[in-house]
Protein backbone atom coordinates (compact mmCIF):
# COMPACT_ATOMS: atom_id res chain seq x y z
CA UNK A 1 0.00 0.00 0.00
CA UNK A 2 1.53 3.57 -0.84
CA UNK A 3 2.54 5.42 2.41
CA UNK A 4 2.16 9.05 2.66
CA UNK A 5 3.78 11.67 4.76
CA UNK A 6 7.75 11.39 3.65
CA UNK A 7 9.62 13.61 0.96
CA UNK A 8 10.59 10.20 -1.29
CA UNK A 9 6.91 9.02 -0.86
CA UNK A 10 6.03 12.91 -1.61
CA UNK A 11 7.09 12.13 -5.47
CA UNK A 12 4.20 9.46 -5.68
CA UNK A 13 1.35 10.93 -3.73
CA UNK A 14 2.25 13.88 -6.12
CA UNK A 15 1.46 11.27 -9.26
CA UNK A 16 -1.50 10.17 -7.84
CA UNK A 17 -3.08 11.35 -4.81
CA UNK A 18 -2.20 14.97 -5.23
CA UNK A 19 -3.96 15.32 -8.56
CA UNK A 20 -7.01 13.87 -6.98
CA UNK A 21 -7.10 16.18 -4.90
CA UNK A 22 -6.31 18.96 -7.62
CA UNK A 23 -9.01 16.87 -9.60
CA UNK A 24 -11.83 16.96 -7.29
CA UNK A 25 -11.87 19.90 -6.41
CA UNK A 26 -12.09 21.14 -10.18
CA UNK A 27 -14.95 18.27 -10.21
CA UNK A 28 -17.24 20.03 -7.41
CA UNK A 29 -16.26 23.60 -8.23
CA UNK A 30 -15.67 24.02 -11.87
CA UNK A 31 -18.79 22.79 -15.06
CA UNK A 32 -17.61 20.94 -18.28
CA UNK A 33 -17.40 23.38 -20.47
CA UNK A 34 -15.15 26.02 -18.31
CA UNK A 35 -12.36 23.00 -18.20
CA UNK A 36 -13.25 22.38 -22.25
CA UNK A 37 -14.66 19.52 -22.04
CA UNK A 38 -17.88 18.36 -24.19
CA UNK A 39 -20.53 15.71 -22.94
CA UNK A 40 -19.56 12.11 -24.30
CA UNK A 41 -22.06 11.70 -26.87
CA UNK A 42 -24.74 8.78 -27.12
CA UNK A 43 -25.19 9.32 -23.41
CA UNK A 44 -27.68 10.48 -21.22
CA UNK A 45 -29.26 14.15 -22.86
CA UNK A 46 -27.85 18.00 -22.07
CA UNK A 47 -29.85 19.84 -19.20
CA UNK A 48 -33.20 21.43 -20.26
CA UNK A 49 -34.17 23.93 -17.68
CA UNK A 50 -33.13 25.78 -14.89
CA UNK A 51 -34.79 23.36 -12.66
CA UNK A 52 -32.38 20.82 -13.97
CA UNK A 53 -28.88 23.24 -13.42
CA UNK A 54 -30.38 24.55 -9.95
CA UNK A 55 -30.48 20.53 -8.74
CA UNK A 56 -26.73 20.20 -9.85
CA UNK A 57 -25.92 23.13 -8.12
CA UNK A 58 -27.11 21.47 -4.88
CA UNK A 59 -25.38 18.43 -5.07
CA UNK A 60 -22.22 20.14 -5.63
CA UNK A 61 -22.98 22.29 -2.68
CA UNK A 62 -23.53 19.04 -0.85
CA UNK A 63 -19.93 17.32 -1.82
CA UNK A 64 -18.11 21.02 -0.63
CA UNK A 65 -19.38 19.99 2.39
CA UNK A 66 -18.39 16.67 2.72
CA UNK A 67 -15.20 17.50 1.25
CA UNK A 68 -14.82 20.22 4.22
CA UNK A 69 -15.52 17.52 6.74
CA UNK A 70 -13.69 14.86 4.95
CA UNK A 71 -16.29 12.10 5.43
CA UNK A 72 -15.78 9.97 2.49
CA UNK A 73 -18.32 7.38 3.71
CA UNK A 74 -20.72 9.56 3.78
CA UNK A 75 -19.82 11.21 0.62
CA UNK A 76 -20.15 7.77 -1.01
CA UNK A 77 -23.41 7.09 0.00
CA UNK A 78 -24.68 10.22 -0.68
CA UNK A 79 -23.39 10.34 -4.58
CA UNK A 80 -24.90 6.19 -4.64
CA UNK A 81 -28.50 8.05 -3.34
CA UNK A 82 -27.82 11.16 -5.71
CA UNK A 83 -26.63 9.20 -9.11
CA UNK A 84 -29.74 7.13 -10.37
CA UNK A 85 -31.49 10.75 -10.44
CA UNK A 86 -29.40 12.76 -12.63
CA UNK A 87 -30.69 13.08 -15.93
CA UNK A 88 -27.58 14.88 -17.54
CA UNK A 89 -24.80 13.61 -19.01
CA UNK A 90 -22.06 15.92 -18.08
CA UNK A 91 -23.02 16.10 -14.20
CA UNK A 92 -23.23 12.48 -13.87
CA UNK A 93 -19.99 12.18 -15.37
CA UNK A 94 -18.70 14.45 -12.54
CA UNK A 95 -20.18 12.96 -10.59
CA UNK A 96 -19.04 8.90 -11.41
CA UNK A 97 -15.48 10.10 -10.90
CA UNK A 98 -15.97 12.38 -8.08
CA UNK A 99 -17.36 8.86 -6.51
CA UNK A 100 -14.28 6.97 -7.73
CA UNK A 101 -11.78 9.26 -6.10
CA UNK A 102 -13.61 8.89 -2.59
CA UNK A 103 -13.97 5.43 -2.90
CA UNK A 104 -10.02 5.58 -3.12
CA UNK A 105 -9.91 8.16 -0.81
CA UNK A 106 -11.96 5.82 1.54
CA UNK A 107 -9.47 2.86 1.18
CA UNK A 108 -12.03 0.60 -0.70
CA UNK A 109 -9.61 -0.86 -2.85
CA UNK A 110 -11.47 -3.37 -4.42
CA UNK A 111 -14.91 -1.64 -4.78
CA UNK A 112 -12.88 1.14 -6.73
CA UNK A 113 -11.44 -1.44 -8.97
CA UNK A 114 -14.83 -2.83 -9.75
CA UNK A 115 -16.08 0.69 -9.93
CA UNK A 116 -12.75 1.74 -12.38
CA UNK A 117 -13.52 -1.41 -14.85
CA UNK A 118 -17.11 -0.73 -14.69
CA UNK A 119 -16.41 2.94 -16.25
CA UNK A 120 -13.82 2.29 -18.39
CA UNK A 121 -16.28 -0.50 -20.86
CA UNK A 122 -18.31 3.02 -21.32
CA UNK A 123 -17.35 3.14 -25.08
CA UNK A 124 -18.17 6.84 -25.51
CA UNK A 125 -15.55 8.10 -22.90
CA UNK A 126 -12.83 10.20 -23.83
CA UNK A 127 -9.25 9.44 -24.48
CA UNK A 128 -8.25 11.40 -21.48
CA UNK A 129 -10.72 9.89 -19.56
CA UNK A 130 -9.78 6.26 -20.15
CA UNK A 131 -6.32 7.18 -19.45
CA UNK A 132 -7.72 8.57 -15.89
CA UNK A 133 -9.30 5.35 -15.86
CA UNK A 134 -6.36 3.15 -16.24
CA UNK A 135 -3.94 5.16 -14.53
CA UNK A 136 -6.77 4.47 -11.19
CA UNK A 137 -7.18 0.84 -12.59
CA UNK A 138 -3.25 0.49 -11.38
CA UNK A 139 -3.61 2.51 -8.32
CA UNK A 140 -6.22 0.36 -7.11
CA UNK A 141 -5.14 -3.24 -7.96
CA UNK A 142 -1.39 -2.75 -6.56
CA UNK A 143 -3.32 -1.35 -3.24
CA UNK A 144 -5.42 -4.14 -3.20
CA UNK A 145 -2.56 -6.41 -3.03
CA UNK A 146 -2.49 -7.76 -6.66
CA UNK A 147 1.01 -6.95 -8.00
CA UNK A 148 1.09 -9.33 -10.22
CA UNK A 149 -1.77 -8.68 -12.02
CA UNK A 150 -0.83 -5.39 -12.29
CA UNK A 151 2.42 -5.88 -14.07
CA UNK A 152 0.27 -7.97 -16.38
CA UNK A 153 -1.83 -4.64 -17.34
CA UNK A 154 0.60 -2.37 -17.23
CA UNK A 155 2.76 -4.42 -19.63
CA UNK A 156 -0.39 -4.47 -22.25
CA UNK A 157 -0.37 -0.51 -22.05
CA UNK A 158 3.44 -0.15 -22.35
CA UNK A 159 2.94 -2.28 -25.65
CA UNK A 160 0.09 -0.01 -26.68
CA UNK A 161 2.04 3.04 -26.22
CA UNK A 162 4.82 1.91 -29.08
CA UNK A 163 4.67 4.66 -30.36
CA UNK A 164 4.12 7.11 -27.60
CA UNK A 165 7.31 7.99 -25.84
CA UNK A 166 6.24 10.29 -23.79
CA UNK A 167 3.41 7.83 -22.39
CA UNK A 168 5.84 4.73 -21.89
CA UNK A 169 8.13 7.19 -19.59
CA UNK A 170 5.21 7.98 -17.33
CA UNK A 171 4.49 4.27 -17.47
CA UNK A 172 7.96 3.20 -16.53
CA UNK A 173 7.60 5.65 -13.73
CA UNK A 174 4.21 4.30 -12.40
CA UNK A 175 5.61 0.78 -12.36
CA UNK A 176 9.29 2.07 -10.04
CA UNK A 177 6.67 4.35 -8.46
CA UNK A 178 4.65 1.05 -7.31
CA UNK A 179 7.74 -1.08 -6.89
CA UNK A 180 9.28 1.35 -4.19
CA UNK A 181 9.69 -0.19 -0.76
CA UNK A 182 8.31 -3.79 -2.08
CA UNK A 183 10.04 -6.85 -0.52
CA UNK A 184 11.60 -7.69 -4.09
CA UNK A 185 14.66 -4.56 -3.85
CA UNK A 186 15.73 -6.34 -6.59
CA UNK A 187 13.10 -5.96 -9.41
CA UNK A 188 12.59 -2.05 -7.81
CA UNK A 189 16.18 -1.13 -8.53
CA UNK A 190 15.68 -2.52 -12.01
CA UNK A 191 12.88 -0.16 -12.28
CA UNK A 192 13.81 2.58 -11.46
CA UNK A 193 17.41 1.97 -13.46
CA UNK A 194 15.25 1.66 -16.59
CA UNK A 195 12.99 4.83 -15.76
CA UNK A 196 16.41 6.81 -15.59
CA UNK A 197 17.66 5.64 -18.10
CA UNK A 198 14.74 6.77 -19.95
CA UNK A 199 14.84 10.02 -18.71
CA UNK A 200 16.47 13.33 -20.09
CA UNK A 201 19.69 14.16 -18.00
CA UNK A 202 19.18 16.62 -15.26
CA UNK A 203 15.42 17.07 -16.37
CA UNK A 204 12.72 16.87 -12.79
CA UNK A 205 12.18 13.11 -14.20
CA UNK A 206 15.96 12.57 -13.82
CA UNK A 207 16.20 14.19 -10.61
CA UNK A 208 13.42 12.14 -9.02
CA UNK A 209 14.59 8.93 -10.37
CA UNK A 210 18.45 9.27 -9.33
CA UNK A 211 16.90 9.98 -5.66
CA UNK A 212 14.87 7.23 -6.03
CA UNK A 213 17.26 4.72 -7.28
CA UNK A 214 19.67 5.64 -4.85
CA UNK A 215 16.86 4.96 -1.68
CA UNK A 216 15.97 1.12 -3.30
CA UNK A 217 20.15 1.26 -3.36
CA UNK A 218 20.81 1.75 -0.07
CA UNK A 219 17.63 -0.28 1.14
CA UNK A 220 19.00 -3.00 -0.96
CA UNK A 221 22.56 -2.91 1.14
CA UNK A 222 23.75 -1.74 -2.07
CA UNK A 223 25.59 1.75 -0.03
CA UNK A 224 28.89 2.84 -2.13
CA UNK A 225 26.43 2.80 -5.56
CA UNK A 226 24.03 4.65 -3.42
CA UNK A 227 26.23 7.47 -2.29
CA UNK A 228 27.76 7.65 -5.84
CA UNK A 229 24.57 8.32 -7.09
CA UNK A 230 23.29 10.89 -4.05
CA UNK A 231 26.55 12.55 -4.69
CA UNK A 232 26.10 13.29 -8.01
CA UNK A 233 22.55 14.79 -7.17
CA UNK A 234 24.21 16.53 -4.57
CA UNK A 235 26.56 18.60 -7.23
CA UNK A 236 23.88 19.19 -9.74
CA UNK A 237 21.88 20.45 -6.60
CA UNK A 238 24.31 23.00 -5.81
CA UNK A 239 25.50 24.35 -9.23
CA UNK A 240 21.27 24.78 -10.06
CA UNK A 241 20.52 26.28 -7.10
CA UNK A 242 17.42 23.98 -6.87
CA UNK A 243 16.43 23.11 -2.90
CA UNK A 244 16.64 20.09 -2.10
CA UNK A 245 20.31 19.93 -0.85
CA UNK A 246 19.87 19.31 2.97
CA UNK A 247 17.49 16.06 2.17
CA UNK A 248 20.35 14.70 -0.46
CA UNK A 249 23.02 15.41 2.29
CA UNK A 250 20.84 13.32 5.38
CA UNK A 251 20.88 10.64 2.69
CA UNK A 252 24.13 10.74 2.14
CA UNK A 253 25.07 10.51 5.79
CA UNK A 254 22.65 8.12 6.39
CA UNK A 255 24.33 5.13 4.22
CA UNK A 256 28.07 6.50 5.02
CA UNK A 257 26.91 5.06 8.86
CA UNK A 258 25.29 1.95 7.65
CA UNK A 259 28.73 1.91 5.70
CA UNK A 260 30.97 2.14 8.85
CA UNK A 261 32.35 5.72 7.45
CA UNK A 262 31.78 7.50 10.49
CA UNK A 263 34.22 10.36 9.91
CA UNK A 264 32.67 10.75 6.45
CA UNK A 265 29.39 10.76 7.87
CA UNK A 266 29.93 13.58 10.69
CA UNK A 267 31.63 15.49 8.04
CA UNK A 268 28.37 14.92 5.70
CA UNK A 269 26.09 15.90 9.23
CA UNK A 270 28.34 19.29 9.49
CA UNK A 271 27.38 20.05 5.66
CA UNK A 272 23.72 19.51 6.55
CA UNK A 273 23.43 21.40 9.43
CA UNK A 274 24.73 24.19 7.18
CA UNK A 275 22.28 23.65 4.56
CA UNK A 276 19.03 23.25 7.03
CA UNK A 277 19.85 26.11 8.33
CA UNK A 278 19.48 28.05 5.31
CA UNK A 279 17.68 26.05 2.55
CA UNK A 280 14.08 27.20 2.17
CA UNK A 281 11.43 25.00 3.08
CA UNK A 282 7.97 24.35 4.17
CA UNK A 283 7.38 23.91 7.28
CA UNK A 284 6.04 19.97 7.00
CA UNK A 285 9.25 19.63 4.89
CA UNK A 286 11.37 20.88 7.85
CA UNK A 287 9.45 18.87 10.50
CA UNK A 288 10.23 15.60 8.60
CA UNK A 289 13.75 16.32 7.96
CA UNK A 290 14.72 17.14 11.35
CA UNK A 291 12.84 14.14 12.49
CA UNK A 292 15.40 12.14 10.31
CA UNK A 293 18.09 13.90 11.57
CA UNK A 294 17.27 12.87 15.17
CA UNK A 295 16.61 9.42 14.26
CA UNK A 296 19.89 9.24 12.44
CA UNK A 297 21.99 10.95 15.47
CA UNK A 298 20.30 8.29 17.67
CA UNK A 299 21.27 5.30 15.47
CA UNK A 300 25.19 6.97 15.39
CA UNK A 301 24.91 7.30 19.21
CA UNK A 302 23.66 3.26 19.83
CA UNK A 303 26.33 2.59 17.13
CA UNK A 304 24.31 1.09 15.05
Known amino acids: M ?79 QVLPTITDSATRWRLEQTRQIYLEWDSRYELALENARRLLAIESITSADHEWLLRSEAFNLVNSQQFDEYLAAWSRRFENAVDHPATRLKLLSERAQYYLGRPDAKRSIAAWREYRHATETLSDQWVDGTFL ?19 ELLTYYRASGMR ?18 LVDAERTIAEFEVAFATEPMLPQEAKIIRGRFFALREAMRRGK
Do not use: Y
Not at 219 to 231: F, P, T, V
Not at 251 to 258: E, H, L, T
Open 2 to 80: LRRGSIEEGFIIRIHHATRLVGICLLILAPAAARGEEPPAGRLSAPTDDAQRLGSEAVFKRLEEFEATKDHAKAIAFLD
Open 213 to 231: LAKELARAGELQSAIALWQ
Open 244 to 261: GTANVLLSIADAQRAAGM
